[in-house]
């Protein structure tokens, strides 16, 4: 809650106060909103990198088909890699991020709530500079891997503002991952060791130390690429000495554990919601915590597995296709502990729980296609056909999208006080699973019957038959859009409703349904000390002795509250700010300058950033400090 003192009016410096109304959410810094905003945001980009897939399966439908141009059709099939990766997964984990670290870790906010605030408008200011490109001459048309010298020889300036736009979005990413790592090792409750942490939290940290150490990595080869397009330096250009392999080498360091970064946060909600619906504790918590970090580290040696057809040689090859092999262990060691969790447990089908199954299945699925690329013969013979891309698909819409969605169901009565309906729910949930299985898996057919990717037609030469699977592709993805039009009403039908959500509709086991619904500003009235791993759970339930789970009597959670010294405290939240918005706004202008050499654009952007820092700087802590 805000200060109740109040700063001279008329100074340029003074705090917003404003916590409800729309001019609110422009300088709010509430995690939970900014969560929120991440989340709209996000699904609106999923919408639109969605119709462009749709776009680009009515083009496959056919051989030979002209619904596309070769022109558009690169440009929506790179458009669309770019705002999936880019502008979904990846902010739609930052949304969980946002709304669930402090209140599972029983903190009121972030560690920065500024720049908080800051990773979101830069995200988004980094999501419309891309989208701009449509309007001012074309969107990127090289790939979202962009690979030199396509990306680089190409007339016009579409790779310069997948190079400018990509890096906007790594500076938001940068900015989030200090602040969540921070938050989480400084700000987590009393007796909140680290081996009582969630398991989502665990993912979170092992998330935000991926982004701290790779966005680095593809923001040097970002650099050189804008240098090549812009003002022809030649770091990728063969011909005037260049190596177009190190664009590769760079892509794929930043790439693969970009990989881990997509799906890990997914595998953290998964970890959540099986024990929940069944009725058991994270069966091998330890093992599966252990498991992600290996993921972790392990995700940086695997790279090159991208490039067995560069031909890097027998020994480069030979020792990448082991350590492929190898980091399939842990990912193994998650998939059996989350069976052994539902094993004997006494489950219940909710939607959330249907969505984490389906991630559990599709996610093995395009696991196992993606150990039969770490043989390098398998690779080689595969590398640029569909079975690649649905491969891909299986990992990231089969594990990552699935697991989110199920994230969605799960704590949508936290995030807005209201229960999605059931039925609805799982008719998304069936018509999801079916258009996803139609659309990716004839991939794998088709791909393994020769049909190239990235090629906006196929020949009548592949047969009838690719013809006859990529009209199914076709058909599931139809299907999916009808799925999501069946989730887009339930939850308007959702907000129409008024009636509220109970506190805790689930029984579930951790700390953020602790709080009342829907969540206050400051969260916790009283900071929880934490004495078990699922606090809540064992706030709520004894084991009698024969171990099964009994109820507590009503107001045990008082009763421990006094035993460990939970009592009242003075409670005061970071004010609102203007300047994260101000400082973000001037990135894009930074980025139109540097593409078009522009004097002018560079010149406004910069007044923009420097007003906002210095606004950043010199603003009062909170509202009446002098």
Do not use: C
């Not at 199954?357 to 043989?375: E, P, Q």
């Amino acid at each position: 809650m805000a200060s109740s003192s109040v700063a001279p009016s008329g100074s340029v410096f003074r705090r917003p106060l404003a916590t409800k109304g729309w001019g609110s959410w422009l300088t709010t810094v509430d995690h939970k909103k900014i969560g929120k905003m991440y989340g709209f945001t996000a699904f609106a980009f999923f919408l639109i990198g969605g119709l462009e897939a749709v776009f680009i399966r009515l083009q496959l439908a056919e051989a030979d088909a002209s619904v596309l141009s070769a022109e558009v059709y690169n440009q929506f099939f790179t458009m669309h890699g770019i705002t999936m990766i880019f502008l979904v997964v990846m902010p739609m984990a930052a949304a969980f991020f946002n709304f669930l670290i402090p209140l599972q870790i029983g903190a009121r906010d972030v560690a920065f709530p500024r720049l908080n605030a800051f990773s979101y408008w830069a995200f988004l200011f980094g999501g419309l500079f891309l989208y701009s490109s449509f309007i001012f001459g074309g969107a990127p048309n090289g790939g979202w891997f962009g690979y030199a010298p396509l990306s680089t020889s190409t007339s016009g300036l579409n790779m310069a503002y997948y190079g400018v736009g990509l890096q906007i979005l790594g500076i938001s990413s940068l900015a989030a991952s200090v602040n969540f790592i921070t938050t989480i090792l400084n700000m987590r409750a009393p007796g909140l060791t680290m081996m009582r942490l969630p398991v989502f939290i665990w993912m979170s940290l092992v998330v935000n130390f991926l982004l701290l150490f790779a966005m680095p990595v593809i923001a040097v080869a970002l650099f050189q690429l804008t240098f090549d397009k812009v003002f022809f330096t030649s770091f990728f250009q063969a011909a005037t000495g260049g190596d177009p392999v190190l664009w590769q080498h760079l892509f794929w360091l930043f790439g693969h554990p970009e990989v881990y970064i997509l799906i890990l946060p997914a595998m953290g909600m998964v970890s959540e919601i099986l024990p929940v619906f069944s009725r058991k504790p994270l069966f091998g918590y330890a093992a599966v915590v252990f498991a992600g970090a290996a993921i972790g580290f392990m995700g940086w040696g695997v790279w090159a597995h991208h490039m067995f057809a560069v031909g890097l040689g027998p020994v480069a090859n030979s020792a990448f296709a082991l350590s492929t092999m190898f980091i399939a262990v842990p990912t193994g060691i998650k998939i059996f502990n989350w069976v052994f969790t539902m094993w004997g447990g006494k489950i219940r089908f909710t939607t959330p729980m249907l969505f984490a199954i389906g991630f559990v299945a599709m996610f093995t699925i395009g696991g196992l296609s993606g150990v039969m690329h770490a043989i390098v013969p398998h690779d080689a013979q595969q590398t640029d056909t569909y079975f690649v891309v649905a491969h891909f698909h299986y990992v990231l819409f089969g594990g990552a999208l699935f697991g989110i969605m199920g994230g969605m169901y799960f704590w949508w009565p936290k995030l807005f006080g209201k229960m999605l309906d059931e039925r609805l729910g799982k008719i998304h949930f069936w018509l999801w699973f079916v258009g996803f299985n139609l659309a990716f898996g004839p991939m794998h057919i088709a791909g393994l019957l020769g049909q190239p990717r990235r090629t906006y037609v196929y020949g009548e030469e592949l047969g009838s038959s690719v013809e006859r699977w990529n009209q199914v592709s076709t058909l599931g993805s139809l299907i999916i859009v009808v799925s999501v039009v069946v989730f887009i009403w339930n939850a308007w039908k959702t907000y129409r409703s008024d009636e509220i959500a109970p506190h805790d509709p689930w029984d579930a086991r951790t700390l953020e349904w602790l709080t009342p619904t829907p969540v206050p500003e400051h969260n916790f009235d009283v900071i929880p000390t934490v004495t078990h791993r699922d606090e809540f759970w064992h706030r709520k339930y004894a084991e009698d002795d024969a171990g099964r789970a009994v109820p507590v009597p009503a107001g045990a959670s008082e009763d421990h509250a006094a035993e460990h010294g939970e009592h009242e405290e003075h409670i005061h939240m970071p004010d609102p700010s203007y300047w994260p918005l101000v400082l973000s706004a001037g990135l894009p202008f930074i980025g139109y300058g540097v593409i078009y050499k522009s004097i002018i654009w560079a010149v406004i952007g910069l007044v923009l950033l420097l007003t906002g820092v210095y606004g950043w700087q010199l603003e009062p802590v909170a509202e009446g400090d002098e």
